[in-house]
C-alpha cells in the first residue's frame, strides 16, 4: 500500500469505492416515506488495530427518482423531496440530521415526473469523504399532489476508513 492510499483509507487499505444501494418506495400516495438502515461497516470487536475503529467515508451520493404511473393532480404543483440523514429515528432520543436534500418542483399543468437523477459531492477535492460513525442511516422521500406512488434510489459510493478512537469521540455524524 502507498503512503498515499494510507492517508487516504487511514490505512485500511480500501481505496476504491464501494456501492451501497437503497430503494425507498412510498407505502400511500403524497405520504412521507423514511427507511431506516443499518450502515454496512464491519464493526466487529477485534476487527481494527487498538485504538481505532471502522467508519463509513462517504464519497458521493447518486440519486434516480424512477416517477409511479399516473397522471398530475390538476390545479397544483408537484413536488418531490428527498433525503440522507443520521440519526436514532426514535423519539426522545435525540435529533436526526440531515446532510443531503434535493427536491424538485413541477409548475401546475407541466406533465409526468420524468425520470430525475441528482448527484451529491462529499469529497474535500483531496478525495477524503465524509466519515459517518452513527451505525444507521435514514433514507426519506416525500411528494406532494402527484397521483402516483414515487420510488427513489440512492446509489452511495463509500469506502471503509480506520480512524482514531478520538476522532469517533468528538464527531458529529
Partial sequence: MSS????LTGGS????????????TQGTINTPER????VPVVRALG??????????ELIRVKTLIAPGVGLPLSGADQHME??????TDVPGLGK???????????????GMLN???????????AGHGLIITNPQMNFEISTLSMSAIQTATFRLFYRWKLVDINEIITSTL
Fill in 4 to 7: 498515499n492510499d494510507k492517508e
Fill in 13 to 24: 487499505g480500501d481505496v476504491n469505492p464501494q456501492i451501497w444501494t437503497v430503494d425507498v
Fill in 35 to 38: 427507511l431506516l438502515m443499518v
Fill in 47 to 56: 476487527s481494527a488495530p487498538k485504538g481505532k475503529v471502522f467508519a463509513f
Fill in 82 to 87: 428527498w433525503s440522507i440523514g443520521v440519526g
Fill in 96 to 110: 436526526d440530521t440531515t446532510f443531503y436534500t434535493s427536491s424538485i418542483l413541477l409548475g401546475v399543468g407541466m
Fill in 115 to 125: 425520470q430525475k437523477a441528482s448527484d451529491g459531492e462529499f469529497t474535500d477535492g
